[in-house]
């Protein structure tokens, strides 16, 4: 079975710092991918990175990067650079990519990010 | 392109009333998802579809039903509202496994 883990309920950082939002799963399925979300005070959720099992280097997208660490199960996400348009829920999620698990995607249950001046 | 279209956008419900959640997307999208968010929680899936025709239940089904007679649209019903049931819900799309989850804007209902 999947699961996500976010052990942070809450993180503050100081605008311009960088920050590192933590984020372990648990899957018997060698092939997966991991996604991070961003949800804001409106309430959409937005895509920020994705990372498959294989891949052989850590994905970026910007400021955003991902910190996979496979053999501990870990893929954390770390802002560069904070604004204070990045004070947000950030949600952690897993696939698992083999046939019959229909692609469903399992969230953490986030973590709520404050920037401050 | 629309994406993936969620209506109605806001609901109030009485407990015991019945409604429908429409969802539409204009993708091609085979795989839909209806996931549900409660208050400073994480999203949990209710039901799954991953062609016409074809559903499943996911991880917190009880109270609601879905069908998928066409490729586009997959309605989530609620028969007899709780209070239990108030939340936010959203619905999602994917053609491929490895592509981002597309999500509709959500539905926020509220039964009193």
């Known amino acids: 079975a999947q699961k996500i883990t976010q052990t942070q309920p809450g993180m503050f950082v100081q605008e311009k710092e960088a920050v590192t939002l933590d984020c372990t799963y648990d899957t018997s399925d060698p092939s997966y991918g991991l996604f991070w979300y961003k949800q804001p005070s409106s309430g959409e959720m937005i895509f920020l990175i994705y990372q498959g099992s294989y891949d052989q280097q850590n994905a970026t997208e910007g400021r955003y990067s991902l910190n996979f660490q496979k053999a501990r199960k870990s893929a954390n996400l770390v802002i560069s650079a904070s604004q204070l348009g990045d004070s947000a829920m950030y949600f952690c999620a897993m696939r698992e990519l083999n046939t019959g698990t229909a692609s469903k995607l399992t969230f953490g249950t986030g973590t709520r990010l404050q920037v401050t001046l | 392109n629309a994406g993936v279209t969620q209506t109605p956008k806001f609901r109030i419900l009485k407990i015991g009333q019945s409604m429908t959640l429409q969802c539409t997307q204009d993708m091609n999208h085979n795989y839909m998802y209806w996931y549900r968010q409660d208050p400073g929680m994480g999203l949990k899936l209710i039901y799954y579809?991953?062609?016409?025709?074809?559903?499943d239940k996911g991880e917190v089904p009880n109270g609601y039903n879905v069908s998928r007679s066409t490729t586009e649209d997959f309605p989530l019903r609620l028969e007899l509202a709780a209070p239990s049931q108030t939340s936010v819900y959203f619905c999602?799309?994917?053609?491929?496994?490895?592509?981002?989850?597309?999500f509709g804007s959500g539905t926020q209902l509220s039964v009193l």
């Open positions: 579809s991953v062609g016409a025709g074809i559903t």
């Open positions: 999602a799309s994917i053609r491929r496994a490895t592509e981002k989850l597309f």
